[in-house]
């Protein structure tokens, strides 16, 4: 996600073997890591190294398979181009503050899904282009932030993906453009 080159490589494998795409989900993210990174309650803890190092895969990186993948989505059927968002990343709703990298990263993320959507819904209107919440899953990225997240609310990751999946089956031309949660409901930019 952090290598422009290598995005181009693999479009150009998905291009040689199948001429086209019909659903490109970007999935990849970072929230924590080594090298100090990770969630910051203070404004104090930000720094430019972990701003670069999260906006690099979490925003410039869908913001590039796009960029390269794009093409592959238009055809005469219908096609949905997808990044994993979060709900952190949504302005409006944001209340508790804190997470300043990833908060950020997530935004710009939308910012530029919603960008894509437009350009594309000019160009290629067959093709559907969402931001998606999966909700809160057990993962590597959220395991050390479940303490607070009750039972029910907290998905395994096989059936988060099948829920992407099944939302952005459902999902219309019309909401193109949206940032959506998994029940099918429009989260604020
Ligand atoms: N888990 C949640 O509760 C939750 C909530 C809201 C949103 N999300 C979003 O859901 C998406 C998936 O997260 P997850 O929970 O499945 O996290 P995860 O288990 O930590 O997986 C993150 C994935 O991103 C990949 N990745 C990270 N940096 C990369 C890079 N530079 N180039 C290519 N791939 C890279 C990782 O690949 P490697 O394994 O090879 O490192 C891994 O497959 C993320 O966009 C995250 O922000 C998750």
């Not at 972990?50 to 219908?78: I, S």
């Not at 994993?84 to 990343?89: D, E, I, N």
Request: aromatic share 6%; with cysteine; hydrophobic share 45%.
């Amino acid at each position: 996600m952090t290598c422009e080159e290598s995005i181009a490589a693999a479009a150009t494998v998905v291009r040689q073997r199948t001429g086209r795409l019909d659903l490109l989900v970007n999935v990849a993210g970072v929230l924590h890591g080594d090298q100090g990174l990770a969630p910051e309650k203070r404004i104090a803890a930000v720094s430019p190294d972990l701003l670069r190092r999260v906006f690099e895969v979490n925003a410039f990186g869908p913001l590039m398979v796009a960029k390269h993948f794009h093409p592959l989505l238009k055809h005469d059927g219908r096609a949905v181009l997808a990044n994993v968002s979060a709900r952190v990343g949504s302005i409006g709703d944001n209340r508790a503050g804190g997470w300043y990298v990833y908060r950020g990263s997530k935004a710009a993320q939308n910012m530029f899904t919603r960008t894509i959507a437009i350009e594309l819904g000019r160009r290629a209107p067959s093709v559907i282009v969402v931001a998606v919440h999966p909700g809160t899953v057990d993962t590597d990225l959220s395991r050390p932030f479940q303490r607070s997240v009750p039972p029910a609310r907290l998905f395994d990751a096989e059936r988060a993906a099948r829920q992407i999946v099944d939302v952005l089956a459902g999902l219309t031309t019309a909401q193109s453009g949206t940032f959506v949660a998994l029940d099918g409901s429009t989260i604020p930019w």
